[in-house]
């Protein structure tokens, strides 16, 4: 591995494996909505109807669309930042997000979530502009250096989010952004989330302009692409996935990480071919880790930022040690 | 040279805690004095296990900007407590004396430690990988202590919720003695080590060559380094930046290596900015509780400065 991407061909063909992954993807979608404590058979047809629409349903469908988006918004940091081993949580965007709605909360605590929202994203725009505006310097020739300059910078602004909430007296509100959980969700209190559902077909539209990205500054302009626009656009998507996924649920790490990773072994680099796998691996996992989540001490709930800690960094310590690691 | 600008940490050091004692001083005196006497009792203690934690673990790892938190040894002792609660279960762990509680929780983290960190450090792997392997680390024992505490009882997590920042202005009590005894006798056996240390900053294969039983050395030093870092853990949560600041403040001022001078000098820089930093938050800004944040915030830029201008000796 190193801080060039190398284009790999698919080494599972898509043809058989696309139907048992979509059967997959489904019987987890239906497993979340049948686990929780209200026991569904033993209820009114209408009671149960109001259980699913009402909780089951949006909870699921949350966890959907904040996959899907985390996966895609990791696919393009690592495009933009030219390094498989960072997404919005290893760059500072996830956190930059968090200081932002700190920061709404603070200042303007009559906010609607949209006006939340649109703070956030300001924030992680810049944070992670800086964050890439500084990874620009390190040596290309140690692609660990960057994962780790992410995950202290990451740090670095969460010191200056705890020290904000400290003074201001907002301690205890800052585990709910700063720990993931879908608990919360219920009909009416997600449907911002479907803007993710549009940027992830933006991407898919620019799904070749990236491919030709990740062959750098000179290979992009040469191929007559502009460069520096293409990093605006993928900055943004970036960062408007980010802060949707932190006003909503809280920062959730890594599934921008793992599922790209996997999905390069799998199925190469060509982001016109990945791309939907990525999206749909990443909803995967989330609405797999929310439901473990849920299932582990049944009937309280772990948060999934908790679990996808946990499966996240033996993942990526995974990554690190294992033969792949050489691409 | 070197021993004279030792001298200067030292003042530093004595100056601060002098600032510590007497700075707005009223009241009732003899009660204020031995408030604020047991407190820096605890600053001190753990000023000076963090600085020669640091220094162990920089030397035996042949790096000077690694830390044992950015290894995530201190959220392995949060691991090991949790793990102690739930093989006794919450009731067993309440009832136990706090002395037996940490003795369990250092002996899991010794093990654990030794198992996964030992290969690592004897690989010497290029040094970012290293970092980042125990940067990961970190984040899985920290979770994994989270998922632990929520399985043993999901309504009763604050105890892990509240660690996530050092906190210096509320000392645990319950160890002190217990700790100070263990970090003086740490701090000893160190300093007695300081010419084997000298040597072994060398490389495996010099040190080796001069005559040190290599495997040994670093088995023994590590586990100097857990104990350490288990006491300021249980004394005042987890600290992050503090070694690698104190450390590379201590090398820039004597201008050497030898271990001789930097222990020392490390200890006492370490001790000015724990009960300097105190002194001036607490009287100055009145927030004394953020000094934790803020060595993070500071130490954390540190860092970020000396990976991104290739500073690896």
Known sequence: MTGSPITRKPAVSGRTTAPVALCLFLALCAASLSVGVADLSLEEQGASLDTVLISRLPRTLAAVLVGAGLAIAGLIMQTLARNRFVDPGIGGTEQSAALGVLLATVLWPAAPILGKMMVATLTALIGTAVFLLLVRRLPPTQPYLMPLFGLIYGGVITAGVTFIAWQMDFLQYLDIWMNGDFSGILRGRYEILWATAALVALAWWLADALTIVTLGKDASIGLGLDYERMMRIGLFIVAVLSALTVVVVGMIPFVGLIVPNLVSRLRGDNLRGTLPWVALGGAALTVGCDLIGRLLRYPFEIPIGTILGVVGAACFLWFLTGRHARG | ?313
């Open chain 2, 1 to 313: 040279m070197a021993e004279r600008r030792l001298w200067i940490a030292a003042a530093l050091a004595l100056l601060s805690v002098a600032a510590f004692l007497t700075w707005g001083l009223r009241g009732n005196l003899a009660f204020v004095l031995e408030l604020r006497a047991v407190k820096l009792l605890a600053l001190v203690q753990v000023a000076v296990a963090i600085a020669v934690a640091t220094v162990l673990l920089q030397t035996i790892s042949g790096n000077r900007i690694l830390t044992p938190s950015i290894m995530g040894l201190d959220a392995l002792y949060l691991l090991g407590q949790t793990l102690l609660v739930f093989a006794l279960g919450g009731l067993g762990f309440a009832g136990l004396d706090p002395r037996v509680r940490f003795a369990g929780a250092l002996l899991t983290m010794i093990g654990i430690a030794v198992a996964v960190f030992l290969p690592l450090l004897r690989a010497r792997r290029s040094l970012y990988l290293m970092l980042l392997t125990g940067a990961l680390l970190g984040i899985l024992f920290r979770s994994l202590a989270s998922l632990v505490a929520r399985l043993v009882d999901p309504n009763d997590f604050a105890v892990l919720q509240g660690v996530s920042y050092a906190n210096f202005g509320t000392v645990r009590g319950d160890l002190l003695a217990f700790g100070l005894v263990l970090t003086a006798a740490c701090a000893v056996l160190a300093w007695r080590q300081r010419h084997v240390l000298d040597v072994m900053a060398l490389g495996p294969e010099a040190a080796i060559g001069l005559g040190i039983d290599w495997g040994r050395a670093v088995t023994g030093l590590l586990v100097l380094v857990i104990v350490l870092v288990a006491v300021s853990t249980a004394l005042v949560g987890p600290v992050v930046f503090l070694g690698l600041l104190v450390v590379a403040l201590a090398e820039r001022l004597t201008g050497t290596q030898r271990h001789a001078v930097l222990l020392p000098a490390s200890a006492c820089i370490a001790v000015a900015v724990l009960a300097g930093g105190q002194t001036i938050l607490q009287h100055g800004f009145g927030g004394a509780a953020t000094l934790g944040v803020i060595v993070e915030f500071v130490g954390g830029l540190v860092f970020l400065i000396l990976l991104a201008s290739g500073h690896k000796r």
